[in-house]
């Protein structure tokens, strides 16, 4: 990417963007073909285009905290159109609004949703750590549970904003992630020896997630220069690693797909255009775990949790899912 005069920083502080060094940690395990995410049929019941001038998000605050005090919050916020709803354990964006989709967007769309955090953790009581909020496409209430037989995928569109509008500050920035399901063996407790195990359902989430590593910032690493990358979760052990390097700002295309195999692909590219085999990072089984039923997908937006530092502001469009 050419450093020019809209970025209010010096190149040396954008050079994460104009070099293109780095070292690549992707782990594969041997599986069945992937399938490049937008196979097959598009669902129109999921997914949004955010084409409706009168699309509006309603909060229903206070928000959930659950993960750090066990508060469930309101009513749960939620779209008026039905698509999208407030994730129960961790929140939703403190800004979730319509806006004229950015320069360089798909062909003939005009409206894009912006995602953005102040308070991610409990509201008014800062942690002062990275925390995260969950913004939830409503796949199963308005499909079903999918059988990953059908193979799954989903793709969207992602805006990311010149180097110098992001949140100064190393730790993941946003996530585009997967709701599955599998069964596993549970410990299970009492009983007069202790308890057994016995197999149980067991939901996971998968994902990719934008990474920054800051040069100055909160967290700096003592990097000569800014990193920014797309982290992959998980490997077999439920680890994360490096997929690859994020070279320039602008618009990308995110995508993962799951084969009857039970195994997670995922694909990455900058620009608009349609996901190709040649846009592949990995496969994997997060967490040892073979996908059996698909439920929802959905975006984190994180920062650092200090009352007063928003977050960098997403823009997202199209986020699409299909069947094969």
Known sequence: MRCNASHTRSCARMSLFCVASCIVFVTTVEAAQPVVPGTGRRISDAGDDFEDPEWTYIHNLPKSSKNLNEFTGGRSGS????????????????YIKRISTPEGGLPGSTGSLALMSLQTGVPNRPSYQQQQDDFICN???????????????????????????????????????????????????????????KMENEPYWPGMFINFDSKEGKGATGKENDYAYIRIRGNTRGGDFTGMQIEKTGWWTLGMSVTGDGMVHYYAKPGIEDLTDDDYITSQYPYGYRAERFRNFFFNVCNGDDGKTWSTTWIVDDPSFYVR
């Open 79 to 94: 779209s008026t159109n039905g698509r999208w709803y407030e994730g129960m354990k961790r929140g939703q964006p403190d």
């Open 139 to 197: 796949v199963m209430n308005r499909v079903g549970q999918i059988p990953v037989s059908r193979v799954p995928s989903v793709v969207t569109r992602v805006y990311l904003p010149p180097v110098d509008k992001w949140e100064n500050r190393t730790g993941c920035h946003f996530a585009f992630r997967l709701a599955l399901e599998t069964t596993a063996r549970k410990k299970s407790k009492g009983g007069l020896f202790g308890g057994g195990s």
